[in-house]
C-alpha cells in the first residue's frame, strides 16, 4: 500500500507533540511520524461491497474487517480518476480514503456510475478521519504489527464512534509499506501515535516519498495518467477479481509488458549551473530535445543532492545525464541523472 497524504499540522498532545525530532535517522534506520491530511468517504448498504468490487481495480469482496488496500478508480478509458485506500469497517461498510482535497472528485466518480444499487456514499466529516503515517526500520513493530505487518491485535479495531456514515473505528493500524522502507499507517477517528517513534518535519516525510518513488495526487497523478506510467500496477491492481471500470486499458497493456510511452523517474542534479535549482513542471532536455517534465522536487539528506520525481519518455534509459530547466528558456539550467525508483533502495 503506498498512498501519499498531505502533512498537516499535528493536533495530538503530549511530548512527542510538543517539538518536531529533526534526527536524519528517522525514516531511515528509525521509524518517524507525521500526521497527513486525507479526505474520507463512507460506503455503506448491502450492495456497498459488490459496487466497489466493480468500481475498484482491488479485490475489495477478499478483505477481511480492519484490513485494507490501495487500489485505483479509473475512467471508463483506463485513466486515473484518484488513488484512494478502501478499508473494510464490517460486512456492509467500507471507508474510501485520499489525498487530501481529493474527496469531492472521490464521490462524483462513484456516484458517477451508482444506478439501482442499494449502497449510500457519504462523505465523513472532516477531523473525523485522520491518518498518522510511519514510515522507518521498525515501523511495523513500533505500531505493533505482527512481523509480516499484518496481525493487528483485535482491540486496535474498537471502540468506535459515531460520524457521518455511521460508527468509525477510532483506532486501526495497518501496513503501508514503500519500495525498501517498512511503514505503517494509524487510522480512525482518534489514532494513537505510539510511544518511541519522533516526529518528522514536512519537508523530510516530502524528501523520503520522492526517494522512493511514491506518485500522490495533484503532482504525479491527474486525469491524464496512465496507471502503468506511475508505477501503480503492481501496488494497486488485482488480476484474479472479476471486471471493474476502466480495466480494459490496464488489461491491454500488461500483456503487452506494460509498454507506455513514458514512466516515472528519479532525478539526481548533479550540477546547478547558476543559482536556480529545478522546479515543478520544468522541462528536462536530452540535447536540445525535451523528453520529459519535473513533478515534485525535494532535499535529500542521504544523497546531499536536490532530487525529483519526472515523467520520461521510454527512449531515455536510466541512468542518463539530461539537463533540467524551464521549458523555452535560455538559462543553463541544471545538470541531473535519471535514475530508476525508488532513489534509495
Not at 498512498?3 to 525530532?21: C, E, I, L, N
Not at 480492519?66 to 483506463?78: D, K
Request: proline share 7%; net charge negative.
Amino acid at each position: 500500500m503506498s498512498q501519499q497524504g498531505q502533512p498537516r499540522p499535528v493536533t495530538s498532545s503530549g511530548p512527542q507533540a510538543a517539538k518536531a525530532d529533526l534526527s536524519p535517522r528517522l525514516l531511515y534506520e528509525e521509524p518517524g511520524w507525521i500526521e497527513l491530511a486525507r479526505d474520507a468517504v463512507v460506503v455503506s448498504g448491502v450492495d456497498a461491497e459488490s459496487y466497489l468490487q466493480g468500481q475498484l481495480s482491488q479485490d475489495v469482496a477478499a478483505l477481511a474487517t480492519g484490513a485494507a488496500a490501495t487500489s485505483l478508480l479509473l475512467s471508463p478509458q483506463g485513466k486515473v480518476d484518484a488513488v484512494v485506500r478502501v478499508v473494510r469497517l464490517d460486512e456492509e461498510r467500507f471507508v474510501v480514503d485520499v489525498d487530501a482535497g481529493f474527496g469531492p472528485a472521490v464521490i462524483e466518480r462513484l456516484l458517477r456510475f451508482k444506478i439501482r444499487v442499494r449502497a449510500d456514499v457519504v462523505a465523513v466529516t472532516p477531523g473525523s478521519w485522520r491518518c498518522i503515517a510511519l514510515r522507518g526500520t521498525g515501523a511495523h513493530r513500533a505500531a505493533g504489527l505482527g512481523g509480516d505487518g499484518g496481525a493487528r491485535p483485535p482491540a486496535e479495531t474498537a471502540p468506535a464512534r459515531p460520524g457521518e456514515g455511521g460508527e468509525l473505528v477510532d483506532h486501526l493500524v495497518v501496513a503501508n509499506d514503500w519500495p525498501g522502507l517498512e511503514g505503517v499507517d494509524i487510522l480512525g477517528a482518534a489514532p494513537r501515535v505510539p510511544v518511541g517513534p519522533g516526529r518528522v518535519e514536512p519537508a523530510a516525510f516530502e524528501a523520503r516519498r520522492v526517494e522512493a518513488g511514491i506518485a500522490r495526487m495533484g503532482a504525479e497523478i491527474d486525469a491524464r495518467t496512465i496507471p502503468a506510467e506511475a508505477g501503480l500496477v503492481d501496488l494497486a491492481v488485482s488480476f484474479t477479481k472479476g471486471c471493474y471500470t476502466g480495466q480494459e486499458l490496464v488489461a491491454r497493456i500488461d500483456s503487452r509488458g506494460g509498454n507506455v510511452a513514458r514512466h516515472l523517474r528519479g532525478l539526481v542534479v548533479t550540477a546547478t549551473r547558476g543559482s536556480r535549482a529545478p522546479e515543478v513542471a520544468d522541462g528536462i532536455f536530452l540535447g536540445d530535445r525535451q523528453v520529459g517534465e519535473v513533478t515534485s522536487v525535494a532535499t535529500s539528506i542521504r544523497l546531499g543532492a536536490c532530487v525529483g520525481l519526472a515523467y520520461v519518455h521510454r527512449s531515455v534509459a536510466p541512468p542518463a545525464t539530461v539537463t533540467v530547466r524551464p521549458t523555452g528558456a535560455t538559462e543553463p539550467g541544471s545538470e541531473a541523472e535519471v535514475r530508476t525508483l525508488p532513489l534509495i533502495p
